[in-house]
């Protein structure tokens, strides 16, 4: 039994939908700005990849939005277009239908504004837990199209939608769903959370009057990774009934990976990622030299982006001078929960297209990040192994491959 | 503010909140079920009226709230803390 990818949506800080997405994307379009959503000028860190033109008043009625969190209202945009673009799923049983959403945070928009209404002695709105809850974007997916079967949420930091998609993949492998809605969402750029990760000197401060320079996996000068958000979702069916149902096939999902440093919780470490790299190829039954691209984690923090390059580089002996690698945060910062899902997309459209997204910013790459990153200019390649990885705080790392095999 | 003025007030204010609300049925007697408001709907209102108004609805009375009427006596008895 395969698995195919039938359908996306994506809303992220270069564009909303596929095609909006794919062709910033691929032009090395940059969505990183000043913070505008709330007064920044106390903190370190003063840019983010915020997606600017987000109106949730085109697709939910004013009480919907007043009982959910951006980070849910961003993934229903996300499973909204994610639906659209898989076509109807009417043929299957509701039951059957599943969700599975990763989120680092979940509604942390809302805890931070409840947080400091209750510390200045006022009454917190009464949706305040149900818009909190990490599994509030699962339950309104659900709600809203009427998926039925199993619903749960993942949360491993920067890894959560990486092992949602992973998840999802061996939810329809053991046969109790038939299909899955499957990806991440995340919206914390926020105040309390920002200068939570400044507490830990992981954000970019140095670039804050050149927001569009701040992102910048492996090249030299790079000190911190950029809060964004967004939301990716994957419609995620069995071969045998998407084909019966005459759907469009993307890519095949085809391994999952996990894998726990079990050192640091905030460290990453070589032997988790190569490990997790590992198992998701194995899974897949590819061996590491049919692997054509790499989606890297690629943060652009300091520590990040040589332990990455190294796990690569570990892990594919020779064969990583051939690979492919792009960094997808250069472009919209770190969509921390979100950013394997969108990271999902960007693998799946390099393997749909044979375009390669570029890593922006990397006019002079660390000597210690020596691999072929895709610098600033798109690529053509055909390409028919691609991976994704993931790896969050925790040290969870999450890593899954899609092919055209 | 005088009773009129406060009802007219309170009124324009739920028929904002409700979906499909036609404001020129909505008296003091239309009840919150009549406007189609569950219960946490009816706790939402009364929040977003605290928002509104700067009345603060607390305490065992708030639980016998059914009409829009309701609402407009019980504002009358507990004023803004500021006004």
Redesign the interface.
């Known amino acids: 039994m395969r698995v195919v990818v039938t359908g996306m949506g994506v809303v992220s800080p270069i564009g909303t939908g596929i095609d909006q997405f794919w062709d910033a994307a691929t032009r090395g379009k940059s969505g990183i700005s000043s913070i505008q959503c709330f007064d920044a000028s106390n903190q370190h860190s003063r840019v983010a990849g915020q997606i600017h033109e987000f109106d949730p008043t085109s697709f939910m009625?004013?009480?919907q939005i007043?009982?959910t969190d951006r980070f849910t209202q961003l993934a229903l945009r996300a499973a909204g277009l994610a639906l659209e673009d898989a076509g109807s799923l009417e043929s299957y049983e509701p039951r059957r239908l599943a969700v599975s959403v990763g989120s680092g945070m979940g509604g942390f928009s809302t805890f931070e504004s409840s947080a400091a209404r209750r510390f200045q002695n006022k009454?917190v709105?009464?949706?305040t837990v149900p818009r909190i809850m990490a599994n509030s974007a699962a339950g309104w997916i659900a709600t809203k199209h009427g998926l039925k079967g199993v619903n749960w949420t993942c949360s491993t930091a920067c890894s959560s939608a990486g092992n949602a998609i992973g998840m999802a993949l061996d939810l329809l492998r053991v046969g109790k769903a038939d299909a899955v809605m499957a990806g991440g969402a995340e919206a914390c750029v926020l105040p309390l959370t920002m200068v939570g990760f400044e507490a830990l000197h992981t954000l970019s401060t140095g670039f804050n009057q050149d927001p569009v320079r701040a992102s910048r996996p492996f090249a030299t000068g790079r000190d911190g990774f950029v809060m964004g958000e967004g939301s990716a979702m994957l419609v995620l069916e069995k071969e045998e009934t998407a084909l019966k149902r005459g759907a469009r096939i993307y890519a095949y999902l085809e391994g999952y990976g996990c894998a726990c440093d079990a050192t640091h919780l905030v460290a990453p470490d070589i032997d988790g990622q190569v490990a997790a790299m590992q198992a998701a190829l194995q899974d897949a039954r590819v061996r590491p030299e049919q692997v054509d691209y790499i989606n890297a984690h690629a943060t652009s923090t300091t520590l990040g982006d040589v332990i990455e390059t190294k796990a690569i580089k570990k892990l594919f002996g020779d064969h990583a001078g051939e690979l492919t690698i792009s960094a997808t945060k250069s472009m919209i910062g770190h969509t921390i929960g979100a950013s394997a899902a969108i990271g999902s997309i960007a693998a799946i459209m390099s393997l749909h297209t044979g375009t390669l997204h570029p890593t922006i910013n990397l006019d002079e790459a660390d000597p210690e990040c020596d691999l072929n990153y895709t610098p600033n200019q798109a690529v053509q390649r055909k390409v028919q192994v691609a991976l994704c990885n993931a790896f969050g705080f925790g040290g969870n790392n999450a890593c899954i491959v899609f092919t055209t095999l | 503010m005088d009773t009129a003025e406060l009802e007219k007030q309170v009124i324009e204010f739920i028929a904002s909140k409700a979906e499909n609300a036609d404001i020129s049925k909505i008296s003091t007697a239309t009840t919150f079920e009549d406007l189609g408001f569950d219960s946490l709907d009816t706790v939402q209102l009364l929040f977003d009226a605290e928002e509104k108004f700067g009345v603060s609805f607390d305490g065992e009375e708030v639980k016998g709230l059914r009409t829009v009427g309701d609402i407009v006596d019980y504002m009358s008895k507990h004023p803004p803390a500021a006004s």
Do not use: D, G, V, Y
């Open positions: 009625s004013a009480k007043e009982q009454s709105p009464p949706f």
